[in-house]
């Protein structure tokens, strides 16, 4: 599949999928920034794409970041919705206990291009019984 991806910025980096077989493809920041312990910051990729109708692209944290300096997307996954045409935005945040500097074309976050379905919504009186039923939270124990 051929997905449309316009560089906003000259500095933007077109993504590109590092091993054959990947899941995600990398989204590189487009500013320098430092991010404090706690702290969240929107970082730019200097990209907008053109994704085809009934597929989106979800935005993730890089395993490596999360595990090393506990960097992480607030809002994971975070969706791109096949109509926007904007700049994808990544909510960055520091879950780690030292300052983390992110420089200018930084491997940042993650994508993954995502077929969706759409449902057509029906309310009704009463739903079917399954073996779970109303359980969540915690309910099958440790």
């Known amino acids: 599949m051929k997905l ?3 560089r906003l910025r000259e500095e933007a980096r077109v993504p ?7 899941a995600g493809f990398d989204l590189f920041s ?3 920034c430092e991010l404090n312990p706690g702290e969240r910051k929107l970082v730019g990729t200097g990209l907008a794409f053109e994704i085809p109708l ?19 997307l607030v ?5 791109v919705d096949s109509g926007y045409r904007g700049e994808v935005g990544l909510i960055v945040i520091n879950h780690g206990k030292e300052i983390f500097k992110i420089n200018k ?10 077929k969706i379905e759409s449902a057509d919504f029906v309310e009704v009186d ?6 779970r039923g109303a359980g969540g939270f915690g309910h099958s124990g440790k």
């Not at 590109?16 to 990947?22: I, L, N, V, W």
């Not at 597929?55 to 960097?71: D, F, H, M, V, W």
């Not at 074309?105 to 995502?114: E, M, S, Y």
């Open 105 to 114: 074309g930084d491997k940042i976050a993650q994508a993954v291009l995502n």
């Open 126 to 131: 009463e739903l079917s019984e399954s073996d």
């Open 30 to 32: 487009t500013i320098d």
């Open 75 to 79: 809002n994971t996954p975070g969706t």
């Open 16 to 22: 590109f999928y590092a091993k054959s077989g990947d």
């Open 4 to 6: 449309k991806v316009k």
């Open 54 to 72: 009934g597929y989106e692209i979800q935005l993730r944290p890089r395993s490596g970041l999360a595990l090393k300096n506990g960097i992480s």
